[in-house]
Each structure stands twice: as C-alpha cells, then as structure tokens.
T-cell receptor, first 112, second 112 residues
C-alpha cells in the first residue's frame, strides 16, 4: 500500500527556521517532491530529491533518506508569505505514468 | 516562465450534467495529468496521459471520466454525468522528463 505521513499543522515565528517532516511507504520510489500550496491555488514546485542527501535552494532545503523512507523540508528566515500548506509527494514508477502520490499536507502558520 | 493554463476557473453544474474541463499544457512537455482536490483533503491522482493514450488511471477514474487530447495543444477531462461528490478543485499538470511537474491554476467544480 501507499502511505505518506506529514504533520497536519505547524506554527513558527517570522525570521525563524522550521523543519517539516515526511515519512513514506510506497510500492516504488522514483523521487520525492515538495510543493507549496496557498489556499485555493495550485501547488507550486519547491524541490526534488531522488538521491540521498540535502538539496539547497535559497531559503528552502530538502533532505532525503531512502533507506529510512524519510524526507524533510527546511525553511529558513521565515516570512509571513510562507504561511501555506506544504505537500510531500512521492513519484512511483508504476503503470508507466510516473504519477505523484501526495501526503495530506502540513499547514504552516507564520506568526509575528 | 511557461504555464499550464486551465479553463474555466470556476464551473457550477447541475447533478447529472456533463462537464468538460480544459487544459493547455506546456508545449514541449510529454506527460499530462489530471488531479483533483476535494476541499480540505489531499491532492489525488486521477489519470496520466502519454503518447496520445492513457498510461495510468486511479480507481476514482471510472467510466464517468474520460480524457482527450483533441489537437496538439488542448488536454480535456470530461465527466459524463456529474455527482455531488465530484465537487472539487481539478488540477491539470504536465511534465517534460524527470523534474518538477507544473500544475495549472485549477478549475473549481461545484455540482449542485
């Protein structure tokens, strides 16, 4: 079966650092994606990990451990506009479609 | 930056009516997808399309659903006889190869 777990909600302070964790159990693995989604809008791509380790992209970093089925998204220097839902998604190489399977998302609230 | 375009942004339809949701993927992308997100729930895979045919579909994508790429640019999702539970945000996405999927801004479908 497929299982992708993330915390439902997190709260952090402007200027701080927050780490959003994701654990997954899927029938196959061909990469892990993080997306940001503001309410009523489309998911926007943040990062992609297919090999173990850390990928850094400005204020955002993402880490992957395939042996542990674990990833995290690290957001630094938090801004109010970072308040959004953060979606962890795994690409599975099944059926030829390379579909993404999403977790339920972590709603991040950034406060003053 | 290239975009995936979806129309209409919002559609209200009566139960039992047919709806067609339209998408224009990014022109040099090869894989096309439909996802849906019921309010407050996670993004769910519906169908993937490659080389002019369905490559994978979920159990949600039953006989009431169909997809077409009628010309070189449009990619449509048809729901033959809508039900109340089809009310959701429908996202089209496209992918060139291994990197991030690009999502359209979505069509909010309300079945009354």
């Amino acid at each position: 079966g497929q299982n992708i777990d993330q915390p439902t909600e997190m709260t952090a302070t402007e200027g701080a650092i927050v780490q959003i964790n994701c654990t997954y159990q899927t029938s196959g693995f061909n990469g892990l994606f993080w997306y940001q989604q503001h309410a009523g809008e489309a998911p926007t791509f943040l990062s992609y990990n297919v090999l173990d380790g850390l990928e850094e992209k400005g204020r955002f970093s993402s880490f992957l451990s395939r042996s542990k089925g674990y990833s995290y998204l690290l957001l630094k220097e938090l801004q109010m506009k970072d308040s959004a839902s953060y979606l962890c998604a795994v690409r599975e190489p099944t059926g030829g479609g390379n579909k993404l399977t999403f977790g339920t998302g972590t709603q991040l609230k950034v406060e003053l | 930056e290239p975009e995936v375009t979806q129309t209409p942004s919002h559609q209200v339809t009566q139960m039992g009516q047919e709806v067609i949701l339209r998408c224009v993927p990014i022109s040099n992308h090869l894989y096309f997808y439909w996802y849906r997100q019921i309010l407050g729930q996670k993004v769910e895979f519906l169908v993937s399309f490659y080389n002019n045919e369905i490559s994978e579909k979920s159990e949600i994508f039953d006989d009431q659903f169909s997809v077409e790429r009628p010309d070189g640019s449009n990619f449509t999702l048809k729901i033959r006889s809508t039900k109340l539970e089809d009310s959701a945000m429908y996202f089209c996405a496209s992918l060139r190869d291994r990197d991030g999927y690009t999502f359209g801004s979505g069509t909010r479908l309300t079945v009354v």
